[in-house]
Each structure stands twice: as C-alpha cells, then as structure tokens.
C-alpha cells in the first residue's frame, strides 16, 4: 500500500525512525514546542539510531519563529588544540576510524542547549530525555538497515579502542534485526545530563569523565577543549525563488550549496517533473553548485568568500545558470563528501517549525565508544586535509567542513515548510528533488519524497562517480541522459543509498501536513 501524506493541526513530528517520530509528538502533546519536540526526538535517535547520530557528534538547526523571524543554531566543533599536523606525522591523511579520527569537540548538546535557551519552553529536561532515557535502558530492537550496516562495517569497528564491542556486539557478533539493543551507560549519560543540565557535558563531571576516557583511548580532545565549545548562532543563508523564499545552514555546512542548486534551476524553466529537463536541470545545478562549494565552503573564520552576496545578485545567479548546456551534461566527477546523518523536523499549534539535523559523520562514527558513558565520538575531523593551508586544512581549533543541512522555506503564501535528509554528498540533490517535484510542480508532498530519486557521485564502498538512478522513472528518461552525456547507472529499487528524507509543511490555516521516507524506518507523528 502506497504511503500517504499525513495531516494534523495540533504538532507534528517526523524522523527517521518511528520511536523518535512518536516521543517528538508526545512532547507536542503534553504542551511543549517545536524546539523541545525536536530536543526529545533528537535523544531518542541517538539511542535507536546509534550508526548514524549520536550525542558524540555534530548539530545544525533551522528555526522559523510564529513571527516570521528565521535563525539557525551550529552545534559543531572545532579540532582539539593538540589536532596539528604533527599529530598525524607521516601519515598521508587523518584516519577514519578510531581515536585520532576522534579529534574534534562533538557539539550537539551545545545545540539543544542554545535552542531550548533561545525558545519559550517549559519542559524539564528529564522529561525532554525520557524516552530516550527508557529506550537506552530497556533496549530496543534493532531495525534491518542497522543490522546490515553492523555487519558491514563490524569489522573495522569492534577492532577500535573502547567499548564498541561490549556495546554493539554484546554476544561477540554483530547484532542483527530483531535483537534487542541495550544501551546503560548511554542510560545513565543521558540522566545525569537531565539531572545536571547540558552544559555538564562540557564542564563538570560528565566532562571531566568524557575527556579521562577520550585520553585513555588516544584521542587528543581534552578537558580544556570541551571547556571552551560553545554552540554559535549564525544567520542562515536565503535566497529568493519564484514564489519562495529558501533558507540554509551557512558554512561549514554545504547549505550554501543546497541553496544554489534551487535558485539555478528556478532560473532553468523546466516544464514537466521526472522529465528530462527537471532531472538534467538538477544534475547539472548540481555540478555548478558543487564546483563552487569545493572551492570556498568551510569555517567561515578561515574564509573571506561572500556567500550571502553571491545568492543576492541575481545577475550573478543568471549568469551561474547560463553555464548550464539545456541538452548536454557537464564532464563529471569532482570527489565526493561522505556522511550519514539523520535529518528530523517539529512544528506545533503556536505556527514554529524547526528543521534539524546531526550527525557522528561515517556511521558509528570514529567507532570510539567510551566506556564510562557509552557515547560514540564522531570522525567528522577525518576530513580535514592534512596540508599546511587551503580548504579545509587541519588546524587546532578549526571547524571541518560539513554535508549537514537543513532546509526551510517560507512561501509567499504563507506555508512554512521544513525538508531535509541524511545522505552527505547527497543531501542537496535529494533536497532539490523533493522541494521541486512539491513545490515547483505540485505533487503530493508524499510522493514528492517516496518517488524514485538520483545521486551523483561515489557511494559507500565504490569507486565509480555515476549518475545514478533508481527505478520508476518513464524508460525514456535513462536513455536520454545517457545520451546528452551522463554516465548513467540504474540502482534498482528504492535505496536508502538516496538518503532518508522528510518534510512537514505548515499551512497559512495552521493545518500541518508531513511526510517521511519509504527508504528509512521512519515515520510522521501527529495528532
């Protein structure tokens, strides 16, 4: 049976997974908002969904306030102050996996913490934690994407130092669906949180617990780096489109990047969606989008590149779009941006709607989990480069760049819409796809997101930077983006290769409707 939008008006919540989906809702329920909505459905994924997200790793937020007003929260971290390139003598590039992979600050708790500082709420944060909190301590059963991704990964992971073994291989393999997930230090992690606040994840006990571990281990985040985070509130980027104004993450995100897609493609006339001049249009906005984001998106701090300006001159955009050959296909392939992550959504009766999203970056992160707290620390600095200068180089204290982003938009009709997915290098065309397939050509928010997708570049575990495709589209699609000169690839079925996304779109009467991916395990709360 095909998946169908949901409506409601009370809140409404969506995520990935069903148990996070239904503890934002609760929270909507029992009388709290958007953003404590989101806090909640935020903790349960760390627990239910341990190999993509996790409190050991990284969180951006988009927050459109009743009063129209838009702002954004970065919870990310920057390299330790022992991070430099001597740490990494003789090696050709920071590794992936364990604990010198484990060399930034993780900052989604400074996220939940500003946003709920920045909101109205009144919920305590025990009971913000409380699924979360009962999840990690009863366990929870393991879904079929998890299990397959334990055993893929199981390997390079269980061999790390720390508990990933005692943790996520309790019975010396890895778990497979339907086995029960126990998670009690991570229980008890998150209760001394609730009971100590959040900011005792970077001073206090927690912290000084969290960085005894990361020491033991080999990590070289310390006590004082954790001191010293902060999540920071930069405004997020805009641009205009026909009838829409959009919002995005500024850098280090790959917002920008989302952002530019959709404004070069408004600029494209495409005519009818799933044909070729919809889907050629997107790739090729793609190509445009990334060419720039590789050159300038990073820490703002060690870039002077305008990117608001850029999105503000149109004749720049128009030119940007002029670039794009209606009937032939770019040479490609430029390399790719890895990352799982897990995008989610909130937004109640008061009209705020929030976009979020965090991530531990591969999945399992550096595959670090420490043992007297049970968090699994992410390797977003993995992909730093280890030179001297340029994009993204390795220096203490600097902000890798990130794949996350979340999407808002504010309609000129007044609907508010909050979209997003996990999926790193594609997360702008999956945002692309969905965003024009509703908004440009008015399909069903549902189908918008359950309809066959595309990706390119490189996916996990393979070296080819195909256009690919999943089924469904018309057959006289592949065939001509094969003929204008894309190196198409057919995938098969639906994949979770294209990411998990979702959406929630708040009407001008305060009707909600949301939608979630047929690719994930997830589901849309509401009441």
Known sequence: MAMRTVSGRGGMATAPHHLAATAGCDVLRDGGNAVEACVAIAATLAVVYP????????????????????????????AAIKADLSLYAGMAAVPTRGPLAANTVAGTISGWEAALAGSDGTMPLDRLLLDAIGHARAGVAVTKGGAGIAAAKGGELRVQPGDYGATFEPEGRPLVEGDILKQPALADTLERLAIDGLASFYTGALAADIAADLEALGSPVSAADLAAHAATRPAPLHVPIRGATLYNSAPPTQGFASLLILALFDRLGAESVDAFDHVHGLVEATKQAFLLRDRHVGDQAFHDYDYQGLLDDGSALDSLAAKIDPVQALPWPQLPQWGDTCWFAAADGEGRVVSCIQSTYFEFGSGVVLPRTGITWQNRGSSFRLAP???????????PFHTLNPALVRFDDGRVMAYGTMGGEGQPQTQAALFSRYACFGVDLQQAISGPRWLLGRTWGEESTTLKLEDGFDDQLYADLANAGHDVERVGPLTATMGHAG?????????LDGATDPRSDGAVATW
Request: charged share 20%.
């Open 51 to 78: 190999h993509m997200t996790g409190i050991g790793g990284d969180g951006f937020w988009l927050i459109a306030e009743p009063d129209g007003h838009v702002h954004g929260i970065h919870g990310c971290g920057g």
């Open 389 to 399: 200068g340029g994009w993204n180089a390795l220096k203490p204290g600097r902000k």
């Open 503 to 511: 959406a929630i779109v708040r009407h001008c009467d305060g009707r």
